[in-house]
C-alpha cells in the first residue's frame, strides 16, 4: 500500500515552487503559457494536483528534479527592495545577487526588509524553512541597531518594551531595548522583536514620536550579521543552518508545553 507521503498531493505551480524551480507567481505564468507538461501531458491550470514524489515535470522540455537546497545570507543595502522585480524602476536583491556573478539556483527572500532597512536577509530555495522563519508565530527573535533623532533614556527604553498603539490601531511592543551609544543630538539602541510586523520598529517608534535615521537588522535567532560587507551575500555554513533549526525545535517544543 502506498505511504501516505508519496500519495499527497500539491498545485502545480507550488510543487515547482517546493522543487526550487521558481516562485509560485512565476509557475502559474509558465503554467498558463502551455510551457509546463505533468506526465507528457502541456498543463494550464495552475491547481492542477501533482504528486511530488512520483509525478514527472518537465519545463520547456526540461525535466525538473528536486534541486539542492540552499541557504544564503546577504547584508541587504538600503534603497534595495525584496521583490523579484519593481516596477518603478528600483535595484532589487536579485540584482545584488547577479552582481556576486554566481550560477545560483532560484530563491526567495525569507520574511522583508523594507527599502529603507538593511542589514541582515536570509534567501533560501527551501520554502517550508523559509516559512516557518518568517512566520510571527514562531517567534524567532530578530534584532535591529537603530539610529533615532533624539538620546534615549530609560522611559523611551521602557515604553518600547511595554509596547504602544500605533496610528493604524496595532498593539506594538519589543521583546528588549537597549541603548547601545549616544551622541549629541541622536543615538543607537538595539531592540528584538519576537514578532515582526510590517515596518513593525518605525511604526513603533512613530507612534512614541521618535525618528527612525538608521535601522540594520543585525541578528536572526542564532544567527548574526559580523563583518559580512553591504552589498554581499555568502552560504550559511552547516553550523549555523543546524542552530537556527535547533532554535525552531526549541520555539515549538516551547510552545507546545504551554
Known amino acids: 500500500m502506498p505511504s501516505k507521503a508519496t500519495t499527497r498531493k500539491i498545485g502545480l505551480a507550488r510543487a515547482l515552487s517546493k522543487l526550487g524551480y521558481c516562485s509560485r507567481s512565476q509557475?502559474?505564468?509558465l503554467i498558463r503559457a502551455s510551457r509546463v507538461r505533468l506526465n507528457g501531458d502541456v498543463r494550464r491550470d495552475p491547481e492542477t494536483p501533482v504528486r511530488l514524489e512520483q509525478d514527472r515535470i518537465v519545463v520547456d522540455g526540461h525535466a525538473i528534479d528536486p534541486r539542492q537546497?540552499?541557504?544564503?545570507?546577504?547584508n541587504k543595502p538600503r534603497g534595495v527592495v525584496t521583490t523579484a522585480s519593481d516596477?518603478?524602476?528600483?535595484e532589487t536583491v536579485y540584482g545584488v545577487l547577479e552582481k556576486g556573478g554566481e550560477l545560483l539556483p532560484w530563491v526567495a527572500p525569507v520574511g522583508r526588509l523594507d527599502k529603507a532597512s538593511e542589514g541582515l536577509l536570509?534567501?533560501?530555495?527551501?520554502?517550508?524553512w523559509g516559512a516557518r522563519i518568517a512566520a510571527p508565530e514562531t517567534h524567532?527573535?530578530?534584532?535591529?541597531?537603530?539610529?533615532?533623532?533624539m538620546v534615549a533614556d530609560e522611559i523611551l527604553t521602557r515604553a518600547i518594551e511595554t509596547g504602544v498603539t500605533s496610528e493604524d490601531g496595532d498593539f506594538l511592543r519589543a521583546t528588549r531595548a537597549r541603548l547601545l551609544r549616544a551622541g549629541e543630538k541622536n543615538c543607537w539602541l538595539?531592540?528584538?522583536?519576537?514578532?515582526?510586523?510590517?515596518?513593525?520598529?518605525?511604526?513603533?517608534l512613530a507612534a512614541l514620536?521618535?525618528?527612525?535615521?538608521?535601522?540594520?537588522?543585525?541578528?536572526?535567532?542564532?544567527?548574526?550579521?559580523?563583518?559580512?560587507?553591504?552589498?554581499?551575500?555568502?552560504?550559511?555554513?552547516p553550523q549555523e543552518k543546524?542552530?537556527?533549526d535547533r532554535g525552531l525545535e526549541n520555539l515549538s517544543a516551547t510552545k507546545g508545553t504551554k
Not at 69 to 74: D, E
Not at 87 to 90: A, I, L, S, V, Y
Not at 122 to 128: A, F, G, H
Not at 212 to 229: M, W, Y
Open 190 to 204: 538595539e531592540i528584538t522583536l519576537d514578532e515582526g510586523k510590517n515596518r513593525h520598529i518605525r511604526r513603533m
Open 27 to 29: 509557475a502559474a505564468q
Open 87 to 90: 516596477e518603478k524602476g528600483r
Open 209 to 237: 514620536g521618535v525618528e527612525v535615521l538608521r535601522l540594520v537588522r543585525v541578528a536572526i535567532g542564532p544567527l548574526q550579521l559580523g563583518t559580512l560587507p553591504k552589498g554581499a551575500y555568502r552560504p550559511l555554513t
Open 122 to 128: 536570509l534567501l533560501t530555495n527551501d520554502s517550508e
Open 242 to 244: 543546524l542552530a537556527v
Open 69 to 74: 537546497k540552499i541557504y544564503l545570507m546577504m
Open 140 to 149: 524567532l527573535e530578530k534584532t535591529y541597531h537603530v539610529q533615532i533623532g
